[in-house]
C-alpha cells in the first residue's frame, strides 16, 4: 500500500454543485470516502450501505450515494462513503479504476492505464 494526496473534484450528479478537494490517495481504500456534512452539502443523497472494515479491524455500516469524481480533468460517476464529519477524504481504487489510473506509490503519481482487457485469459475461448 502507499499514500499520497490530490487534487479531486467531485461534482453533483445533476452537475449543479462541486468541490474540490484534497484528497488522500489509499491504495487500501476500496471506496472513495468523504465526510458525510460535504456531501450533504453536495447534494449527493444517499442511495445504500454498506459494511465497512476499517484497518483496526472495525466493522462499521456507512451510508453510500453517487457523484461525479474528477482527476486531472478526467471524471466518472463513483459510489462514495458518506465519512465521519471527522473523517480524511479518501480517493479509493474504485474510483481509480474508473478514472483509468493506477498509482505510483514510490513517485507518489498516477499512472495511466491505457490498455484494458476485455477479459481474462482464463474466461476467453482461443
Not at 92 to 111: I, K, M, N
Not at 117 to 124: D, Q
Amino acid at each position: 500500500m502507499g499514500t499520497f494526496s490530490c487534487l479531486l473534484k467531485l461534482i453533483s450528479m445533476n452537475g449543479e454543485k462541486s468541490v474540490e478537494l484534497d484528497a488522500l490517495v489509499d491504495t487500501g481504500a476500496f471506496y472513495t470516502q468523504v465526510p458525510s456534512s460535504l456531501l450533504e452539502d453536495l447534494g449527493v443523497e444517499r442511495a445504500g450501505s454498506i459494511a465497512i472494515q476499517f484497518a483496526d479491524g472495525r466493522v462499521v455500516q456507512q451510508d453510500t450515494g453517487n457523484a461525479w469524481a474528477s482527476v486531472n480533468g478526467e471524471s466518472v460517476p463513483t459510489r462514495v462513503v458518506f465519512g465521519d464529519d471527522d473523517s480524511l477524504v479518501l480517493l479509493g481504487s474504485y474510483t481509480l479504476e474508473g478514472l483509468h489510473l493506477a498509482v505510483d506509490p514510490v513517485h507518489q503519481r498516477f499512472l495511466s492505464v491505457t490498455q484494458h482487457p476485455a477479459c481474462s485469459s482464463v474466461s476467453c475461448a482461443a
